[in-house]
């Protein structure tokens, strides 16, 4: 199949360097301490952030910073099939413990010991890249909830098809099984939080495709930094100041 025609387009109209259209809101579930929508394209995600709070179970409570814990889930609506998923199957399992590495990366837990933070994070609508727009809306969701944070952790997809690096790529690209590159970092401190990578590629275009996942990343970071400005703004306007 061509994922690229020869104008240099691919299946949806875009570039190979161009995202998809991102589109966030703050503040969407009004019991929690902070939460957030985030999409992607088509995908589109909800987190939830609960804390910091006591500690439910005792015998997890650290002394000298804060729990962590992160709970990802899909709606059975998400995908359009019909098969229902077991809830805390593996991938679910394996994607929380990935969120969670990352936001505790970037969350200053030092400074909140003896205390635990929740992130819940849904996927309402699946269509490639839902582990970066989970990771993209959590750190909404943590702004939100007024965490300190070292920075914004940000994440953003590439792969590799028809011999083109691709950027954020969509269900259908992603489904097609060529090499894709996940990657969170921390832009400000220009550090990388997370690099996963499914299948082999050559040492240089591996550089290619995570520099150009990176430049995704820096994308979203501006665009949720646009985000937080605005509503901040909107804060102040209510306040009178």
């Not at 010991?113 to 992130?119: A, K």
């Not at 309402?124 to 909830?145: E, K, P, Y």
């Not at 920075?151 to 992603?174: F, H, K, M, R, W």
């Not at 495709?209 to 990176?214: D, E, G, K, R, T």
């Amino acid at each position: 199949m061509e994922y690229v025609n020869p104008e240099g387009l691919r299946l949806d109209g875009r570039r190979p360097m161009e995202m998809r259209q991102l589109r966030g809101e703050i503040g969407v579930v009004s019991r929690a301490d902070g939460s957030a929508v985030f999409e992607m394209g088509n995908t589109k995600v909800i987190a939830a952030v609960y804390g910091p709070r006591e500690v439910q179970n005792r015998s997890q409570q650290l002394n000298d910073q804060a729990l962590v814990r992160c709970e990802y889930s899909m709606a059975n609506f998400s995908t359009g099939d019909r098969m229902r998923r077991p809830k805390g199957d593996r991938r679910s399992t394996e994607i929380s413990l990935v969120i969670r590495q990352t936001m505790e990366a970037c969350i200053l837990t030092h400074l909140m010991p003896r205390s635990q933070i929740d992130i819940f994070v849904q996927v309402l609508q699946a269509d490639g890249g839902t582990r970066s727009a989970c990771i993209n809306a959590a750190t909404l969701a943590l702004a939100d909830a007024g965490i300190p944070m070292r920075d914004l952790v940000t994440s953003c997809g590439a792969g590799y098809l028809n011999g083109t690096p691709l950027l954020d790529l969509n269900y259908v690209e992603d489904s097609a099984g060529g090499p894709d590159v996940t990657v969170g970092i921390l832009p400000k401190l220009d550090k990388v939080t997370l690099l996963q990578m499914d299948a082999k590629l050559q040492m240089d275009t591996f550089e290619n495709v995570m520099q150009l996942a990176i430049e995704g990343c820096k994308a979203v970071a501006s665009y949720i930094r646009e985000i937080l400005l605005e509503n901040t703004k909107q804060l102040e306007s209510r306040r009178g100041v």
